[in-house]
Nanobody
Framework: QVQLVESGGGLVQPGGSLRLSCTAS????????IGWFRQAPGKGREGIAC???????RYSADIQGRSTISRDNAENRAYLQMNSVQADDTAIYYC?????????????YGQGTQVIVSS
């Protein structure tokens, strides 16, 4: 059974940083694209970052320039580092895997980790 587990969420002060982790079990991340998504209160889920199976990163305009997506195939994990977070970064953050970053719907998603940006 494939399982993706996000961690690293919590309360973060405005201007601070966070590092989210996505740990996979039941499949090898090698060969998969890994995406990060978020759903803010009252909004739909949006894709914010993706890293191809070859390690090429992509970012949405909202987080470009202040975020880094990375992967560790040996550990079967992926990460999202976000800096200079603000209140509108408050959301549930999910990771997902699929064969392509261009997929509209990813094959598997985790349950999410809550991030609250507040002083």
């Amino acid at each position: 059974q494939v399982q993706l587990v996000e961690s690293g969420g919590g309360l973060v002060q405005p201007g601070g940083s966070l590092r989210l982790s996505c740990t996979a079990s039941g499949l090898s991340l090698d060969g998969y694209a890994i995406g990060w998504f978020r759903q803010a209160p009252g909004k739909g889920r949006e894709g914010i970052a993706c890293i191809t199976h070859e390690g090429s990163p992509r970012y949405s305009a909202d987080i470009q320039g202040r975020s880094t997506i990375s992967r560790d195939n040996a550990e079967n994990r992926a990460y999202l580092q976000m800096n200079s977070v603000q209140a509108d970064d408050t959301a549930i953050y999910y990771c997902g895997v699929d064969r392509s970053c261009s997929s509209r719907y990813f094959e598997h998603y985790g349950q999410g980790t809550q991030v609250i940006v507040s002083s």
